[in-house]
């Protein structure tokens, strides 16, 4: 979480001239996002009443022809009345601009956008009230997309888990832990087979962790972060909600914060009897898409790097759990 | 530049309730300050009308009873009408907060103050007109802390370039770099003997760069960061403040806007004969300031560092331009 590259004050006036925004009062290079730099900026407002919105520097894995699907499901979203930020679109109607290579020194041109600021925050322990919440917004998620055009391959599925476990090997693996080498060499071929191929598909965010929800109280006021966005199964959703909420920092099931999240979201989009009953192998299959990036941002990320790479062991762990205790689904 | 600690919602929540301005609406840790963490907090405010502010959090270097000079400093200018941030005072009257230690983990009990948010960007190329701004500002902070009452002692003063100098010795200097070891061999000590002695001394920012200034136009609308200011000689300040805006990014002197620093200083608080001849010698004091602790942080900053070290060589270069064009003050 850091900001990668400087922007002066004068090249982010002249970038923040290309959109109807009046002009800049305020940056702030902000600590989020992992492959990109974020500022929260304050302008004078298109009506110079004053507004405010997160401005995106994409600096790595981001492929520039994914920005159009990310940045035009925030407007769908938003237009249909999910707590999602809009698209700032510049004076042309583009969804983002380009940096001038010859501003952007030895990392070469680099594609920004401005989208809108939400308030909120982002809960470390979430209860069974906020849990039920993001529930139901994540149902409506589902709900309001399902009109949206464009699609997107999940980069992260399973043929995605099972090239990053060969990449990181069984001594790669082992060397983290050797429990987890021994999870992955017996549970990954099973989800593969297992992985179920006739539930109904849609768009989903695939990341909902609490740091990519904003909320006041119990109320969602932001759902962020859309980039690992893309077509796939719904109910595989709810599952990684579900990995990323349920349980505390301890990986220790919390089953009232479970139980809320999947009533939230049956209030809104109740699950077909498929739906649940794949929901273990979804949550397992969860658990090792998240244990399998970590695992490579672990062996991979330079000491020196800027962020610090989060531990494979606790989606590893939710894994054994969601394989041991079906019935918490049923 | 980074974000060291975590502070969850719910903490911080619970540490925003200490202070009279309402409820947590927004929290973004920023990317500025290198030995303290930072968040922009909006709340609901005290009125309920909206209100900002900075969160500090306070991780290395600081020493504790320093915290009540830096703080009511600012309150001090503040009510004299200077551009600084004013401290917000917890319920109890106090200046900053502890966190305790049993959420502090390993890094222990933790001081945090609560200042106000101020509008502006930091100028990457400052015009003359912007110098001309912060000159006047500058000196009109001289004047407002006349009658402040606490003092604190330089801590980078002539002692402690000496004491950076020898800490890195000339084989660590000439490891950055050959020539900065042979100008800490030759100016070091000269400057030591001739620093003066008896010039007009107050309270000093001792550390206005740009990015310590925030700006909308040629109007200065912040001086921020006060954690080295102390009590030293005035004009010092204006030395330091010169090396920092009165050279580009290839450390090539900038004739009018050193003008125009100078005299918007001098419009507020015109110089005694006995300060401007000093000039040029408290210029390359103030290079011998930032060459040294750049020095020591180049040397000592673990490569896996959240901030990356800054080349000593600039400041050594500008030394060098003081010492060869002393009529530059004339």
């Given at each position: 979480?850091?900001?990668y590259?400087?922007?002066?004050?004068?090249?982010m006036?002249?970038?923040?001239?290309?959109?109807d925004v009046g002009?800049?009062?305020?940056?702030?290079?902000?600590?989020?996002?992992?492959?990109?730099?974020?500022?929260?900026?304050?302008?004078?407002?298109?009506?110079?009443?004053?507004?405010?919105?997160?401005?995106t520097?994409?600096?790595?894995?981001?492929?520039?022809?994914d920005?159009?699907?990310f940045?035009?499901?925030?407007?769908?979203?938003?237009?249909r009345?999910?707590?999602?930020?809009?698209?700032?679109?510049?004076?042309?109607?583009?969804l983002?601009?380009?940096r001038?290579?010859?501003?952007?020194?030895?990392?070469?041109?680099k594609?920004?956008?401005?989208?809108?600021y939400?308030?909120?925050?982002?809960?470390?322990?979430?209860?069974?009230?906020?849990?039920?919440?993001?529930?139901?917004?994540?149902?409506?998620?589902?709900?309001?997309?399902?009109?949206?055009r464009?699609?997107?391959?999940?980069?992260?599925?399973?043929?995605?888990w099972?090239?990053?476990?060969?990449?990181?090997?069984?001594?790669?693996?082992?060397r983290?832990?050797?429990?987890?080498?021994?999870?992955?060499?017996?549970?990954?071929?099973?989800?593969?087979?297992?992985?179920?191929?006739?539930?109904?598909?849609?768009?989903?965010?695939?990341?909902?962790?609490?740091?990519?929800?904003?909320?006041?109280?119990?109320?969602?006021?932001?759902?962020i972060?859309?980039?690992?966005?893309?077509?796939?199964?719904?109910?595989?959703?709810?599952a990684?909600?579900?990995?990323?909420?349920?349980?505390?920092?301890?990986?220790?099931?919390?089953p009232?914060?479970?139980?809320?999240?999947?009533?939230?979201?049956?209030?809104?989009r109740?699950?077909?009897?498929?739906?649940?009953?794949?929901?273990?192998?979804?949550?397992?299959?969860?658990?090792?898409?998240?244990?399998?990036?970590?695992?490579?941002?672990?062996?991979?990320t330079?000491?020196d790097?800027?962020?610090?790479?989060?531990?494979?062991?606790?989606?590893?762990?939710?894994?054994?759990?969601?394989?041991?205790?079906?019935?918490?689904?049923?």
């Amino acid at each position: 979480m850091a900001v990668y590259t400087h922007l002066g004050a004068e090249e982010m006036s002249a970038l923040i001239a290309r959109f109807d925004v009046g002009t800049l009062v305020s940056a702030k290079g902000i600590a989020e996002g992992v492959s990109n730099s974020n500022w929260l900026l304050e302008t004078t407002g298109s009506d110079g009443r004053g507004a405010r919105f997160i401005l995106t520097m994409y600096e790595f894995r981001i492929e520039l022809e994914d920005l159009p699907y990310f940045l035009s499901l925030l407007d769908h979203l938003a237009a249909r009345g999910c707590p999602v930020p809009r698209t700032i679109h510049d004076r042309e109607g583009n969804l983002y601009v380009m940096r001038p290579a010859q501003n952007a020194g030895s990392g070469g041109e680099k594609a920004l956008a401005l989208i809108e600021y939400l308030p909120g925050v982002s809960v470390s322990k979430p209860t069974a009230g906020q849990a039920r919440a993001v529930g139901a917004e994540l149902a409506r998620l589902h709900l309001a997309a399902a009109d949206f055009r464009a699609t997107r391959a999940n980069g992260m599925g399973v043929a995605e888990w099972q090239r990053l476990a060969a990449a990181c090997g069984p001594d790669g693996l082992a060397r983290i832990n050797p429990e987890l080498a021994q999870i992955v060499a017996s549970e990954l071929p099973r989800l593969a087979a297992e992985w179920p191929a006739a539930l109904p598909t849609g768009v989903i965010h695939a990341d909902l962790f609490p740091d990519n929800v904003l909320m006041l109280g119990d109320k969602v006021t932001g759902l962020i972060d859309f980039y690992f966005a893309c077509n796939d199964i719904i109910a595989y959703d709810l599952a990684v909600t579900h990995v990323a909420w349920c349980f505390d920092q301890h990986d220790v099931f919390r089953p009232d914060v479970s139980e809320a999240l999947i009533e939230g979201y049956e209030s809104v989009r109740p699950l077909s009897a498929e739906e649940r009953a794949a929901l273990p192998l979804l949550g397992q299959g969860a658990a090792m898409r998240f244990a399998m990036s970590r695992a490579w941002d672990w062996l991979n990320t330079p000491t020196d790097a800027l962020v610090t790479p989060k531990d494979p062991m606790g989606p590893a762990r939710r894994l054994g759990f969601y394989k041991a205790n079906p019935g918490i689904f049923a």
